[in-house]
Structures are given as structure tokens and as C-alpha cells.
């Protein structure tokens, strides 16, 4: 298995940046494929982005597009999430996950076997 640990939440301003960091450990993690979903208060938690541990091959969702970019370094056993133009409906605990099934089902929670513990994100307007 694999234990990962998210960093990097705060507060930011509209229109501001920030980076969010997925430490793994245990199996190695370029093993694993990953992926970033976040949850509003009293919202259904839904997916951000994801990327393939095969070929790299990243994903993301239509309100996110343009603005965040997912990324990882296997070296450093970590995962990233930049994340750019940050709007008020951004607010929300982001969540980085790991998986290593074999299928197209990276954009759905159930697809996922290991999960952080999460890290807030708040976006003032």
C-alpha cells in the first residue's frame, strides 16, 4: 500500500496561485496512478485531475481546465497540483489519491484505494 500526506492549503486571494503538494510512502509511487478531488461544505466531493503513472497522460475537469495543472515527480515520491486564477468556488479540501488499477476510470472516486487526509483551500473574494 501507499500512505500519502497533502500540503500546501491556505488562504488566497481571487485571482491568486497556489501549490499543492502529495507526499507518498510505502510502494513506490511511480506505481501508482494519482489523482486530486476536493469537496465543498455541504457539497458531493467531486474530481479535479489526474494523471497516469504509465505515460503521464493528465485529465482534468471543465472548471478547472486552463487554470490548474497536475503533475508528479516519481524521484521525490510526490504529487502536485498548481493551481492558478483561483475563483471563490475553489474553496474547498483538496484531496490527493492513488490507485493502481488498470482501466479509464481515473475521473471517478471508486476507481481510488488510498486517500490523504486533506488540505483546505479558502479563496477570499
Known amino acids: 500500500q501507499v500512505q500519502l500526506v497533502e500540503s500546501g492549503g491556505g488562504l488566497v486571494q481571487a485571482g491568486g496561485s497556489l501549490k499543492l503538494s502529495c507526499a507518498a510512502s510505502g510502494r513506490t509511487f511511480r506505481s501508482y496512478d494519482m489523482g486530486w478531488f476536493r469537496q465543498a461544505p455541504g457539497k458531493q466531493r467531486e474530481f479535479v485531475a489526474a494523471i497516469r503513472r504509465s505515460d503521464g497522460s493528465t485529465y482534468y475537469a471543465d472548471s478547472v481546465k486552463g487554470r490548474f495543472t497536475i503533475s508528479r515527480d516519481n524521484a521525490k515520491n510526490t504529487g502536485y497540483l498548481q493551481m492558478n486564477s483561483l475563483k471563490s468556488e475553489d474553496t474547498a479540501v483538496y484531496y490527493c489519491?492513488?490507485?493502481?488499477?488498470?482501466?479509464?476510470?481515473?475521473?471517478?472516486?471508486?476507481?481510488?484505494?488510498?486517500w490523504g487526509q486533506g488540505t483546505q483551500v479558502t479563496v477570499s473574494s
Open positions: 489519491a492513488a490507485s493502481r488499477r488498470v482501466g479509464t476510470g481515473l475521473g471517478s472516486e471508486v476507481y481510488y484505494d488510498y
